[in-house]
């Protein structure tokens, strides 16, 4: 849905697509070939319209990803790179379209791990001490199973590891205490009720985002 511009393409046409399509990030493709992303900052901070948009410093090269890529990847892509849109190149690396991040989104909103009611675990450990069979077997000993999982460093603590899991149980009170029993320390608890539905909503925005 977003066009790519030429790299012949001047400042102005960049700034007036920007405004139709209502995004900061345009793809700049010269001959197939993926050149990088021009910013309506980048152009305003020259204060030259006329240029052609191949002359800016583009952002993102390097944000691309290839045709079948999980979303997990496009997200961490688009990270990397700093940018709210990755390109998506087919099998000999020609240009092929953008995907946004907020497409990405919306495309992981829908996935069963998070349309499936539950709840969701935030675990702390040494990077020693993660073993996701073991924790998988201390919870389906109490009759739960986990939908998805997520393993980050810890921002507080470089050495230690975070696990989101998203677990199909409401209450999470057994599982919490045969997990601490076994020396696992839980940080977070996030609760899905049937009769709160906000609580879903706040469910589904952390798996969203991935923001713990």
């Known amino acids: 849905m977003i066009p790519p511009l030429k790299g012949t393409d001047d400042a102005h046409k960049a700034i007036v697509w920007m405004e139709e399509f209502r995004c900061n990030y345009l793809p700049v493709v010269e001959e197939g070939k993926l050149l990088g992303f021009i910013s309506e900052e980048i152009i305003l901070e020259t204060n030259d319209i006329d240029r052609e948009v191949k002359n800016f410093n583009l952002l ?42 907020q497409d990405t989104m919306a495309s992981f ?59 199909n149980q409401t209450d999470l009170s057994r599982t919490v205490a045969t997990l601490e029993r076994f020396g696992y320390r839980v940080i977070g608890r996030y609760q899905e009720l049937q009769q709160e539905p906000a609580n879903k909503e706040r469910i589904d925005m952390l798996l969203r985002y991935l923001d713990i």
């Open 109 to 167: 909103a829908q996935t069963a791990a998070v349309q499936m009611p539950g709840s969701v675990l935030v675990l702390s450990m040494n990077h020693i001490d993660y073993s996701l069979a073991t924790i998988s077997r201390l919870i389906e000993e109490n009759n739960a199973k986990i939908l998805s999982s997520l393993v980050k460093e810890d921002p507080l603590d470089n050495s230690r590891l975070r696990l989101v899991l998203k677990i």
């Open 60 to 101: 993102g090269e390097k944000s691309f990803v290839q045709k079948g890529t999980h979303f997990y990847d496009i997200l961490k892509v688009a990270a990397e790179n700093k940018v709210q849109m990755v390109a998506v190149l087919d099998e000999e690396n020609n240009y092929f379209g953008v995907i946004t991040v």
